[in-house]
């Protein structure tokens, strides 16, 4: 049963036509969108018996464009409320699986018109929908066994709102696409019905390319930043090893220059000890050896930038209740927004970020906080959590705070800035235990 086609059967050999339609639109669709329907089968075939249904009772009372709108709609709303998936996800996971449906009736029309002479093969039969229909089924398998994934919600990519609207424009004029250039023009001759098979199969793979970039832009380049990151973070973890490890040896060293009464060779060694303790010393009571070494590499940052970064750390946040990259993302924002501000600071001692971790009164406290501009943050202090603002003015700045902001009310904490004569200071509070809410 063609969804845009003259295909024409009985009434159940339409439904369950319709049922298989439907069902691989949807396993096609979110498998593309790297969706799990795990444990969803018998949902997914209700849903495709109940899209057959509507489908046999608005394909003869609507024209084509505006019953395939009514269809999209009516599959994507179960699907939405079956796989707990945003509705802007599913109606662009259902036309992702449509255009498949039309591509495989495309070219299992094509290959119906080569080979009509020698199979004979009756318009209206079962024998025309056997093509397509094996088409798709081939189309999932490879979508399964290759794990091909057009776009995944599960990246945390800039802009994902407009990137979709921009996806699901593109699929829908897609399904445009093939109704006035191919099922306008059913009486052309074969070979240019071929030709345009094969010009509109091919247009589809190109924009399923452009959609997967338009999805993944900038996300390479913020993937390899992370890795950079990572291997960085790697060599100071290492680092915090080695010293831990190291001051056994130094207090094995101290104890026998004292016992042969080499004091003033003692006093110069732990002086020396001193200086290479100093940079971690004020990290060291944080559990968290991957948090250290962040820490650690932020302070190491700043300096190499002439900005000081001082720790007073009386917690070791062994229970935070986040988890550990979502602990990096607070410290990362709002230590790197800091060191953003003082970088236009000229006077030393104002070029210093203070970070405060303790807990008390059933909450962590995080205080991190700089010399700036107070005045000019007042003006915009009630924007600074919007998605996207930045008084930088820059493109793609401005999604520090907000992120902190959505990580810290996942675990029903809040953050407030307050200023402290000429110092602005973020303060985060994320309870020790959740409530009930």
């Known amino acids: 049963m063609y969804i845009l086609g003259v295909l024409v059967m009985d009434l159940p050999t339409q439904l369950i036509g319709g049922m298989l339609e439907t069902f691989l639109i949807i396993t096609i669709g979110i498998s593309l ?34 019953y395939l709108s009514i269809m999209v709609l009516a599959i994507s709303l179960p699907v939405s409320l079956f796989l707990n998936l945003r509705i802007l ?27 009509e002479p020698v199979l004979n093969v009756k318009e209206g039969s079962l024998g025309t929908a056997l093509p397509h229909f094996c088409i798709l089924l081939f189309m999932l398998f490879l979508i399964r066994k290759k794990r091909v994934v057009l ?35 059913q009486k052309v001759e074969g070979f240019i019905n071929l030709f345009w098979s094969i010009a509109l199969v091919s247009l589809t793979f190109f924009t399923l390319i452009i959609m997967r970039r338009i999805f993944y832009k900038n996300l390479r380049n913020a993937e390899n930043s992370l890795e950079e990151q990572y291997e960085e973070v790697g060599k100071y973890i290492h680092f915090i ?11 094995i060293a101290i104890q026998q220059m004292l016992n042969k009464g080499h004091y003033e060779e003692t006093k110069h060694y732990l002086s020396d000890v001193m200086k290479d303790s100093a940079l971690i010393s004020d990290i060291l009571p944080i559990h968290s050896i991957a948090l250290s070494a962040l820490l650690l590499s932020y302070k190491d940052k700043a300096l190499k ?18 988890k550990l990259f979502e602990t990096n993302k607070i410290f990362g924002n709002l230590i790197m927004n800091a060191v953003e501000a003082v970088k236009e600071l ?14 008390g009164e059933g909450y962590y406290r995080i205080d991190v ?3 700036g501009d107070v005045e000019r943050f007042a003006e915009v202090v009630d924007r600074i959590f919007e998605e996207g603002f930045s008084t930088k003015g820059k493109k793609g700045r401005g999604y520090g705070l907000h992120i902190v902001k959505s990580v810290v009310e996942k675990h029903q904490g809040f953050i407030f800035p307050e200023i402290i004569d000429r110092m602005i200071v973020f303060k985060v509070r994320i309870p020790k235990e959740l409530g009930d809410g």
């Open 369 to 371: 906080g700089n010399f």
């Open 346 to 359: 000229g006077d030393i001692p104002e070029r210093t970020v203070y970070v405060q971790i303790d807990s």
């Open 305 to 322: 930038e002439d900005i000081r970064i001082h720790y007073k750390i009386s917690d070791s946040l062994r229970d935070f209740p986040c």
């Open 151 to 185: 776009i995944s919600p599960k990246k945390q990519v800039k802009d994902l709102d407009i990137k979709l609207y921009m996806i699901l424009i593109l699929s829908f004029s897609l399904l445009l696409l093939y109704y006035f250039i191919i099922y306008k023009n």
């Open 33 to 66: 969108l790297n969706v799990s329907y795990k444990n969803k089968f018998f949902s997914l075939l209700l849903i495709s018996l109940y899209g057959s249904i509507v489908l046999y009772l608005v394909k003869s009372s609507f024209p084509p464009l505006l």
């Open 241 to 251: 090893k080695k010293h831990n490890h190291d001051q056994g040896h130094h207090l």
């Open 89 to 115: 996800l599913s109606i662009i996971g259902v036309l992702l699986g449509a255009v498949c449906l039309l591509v495989s009736e495309v070219i299992g029309f094509a290959m119906l018109r080569v080979a």
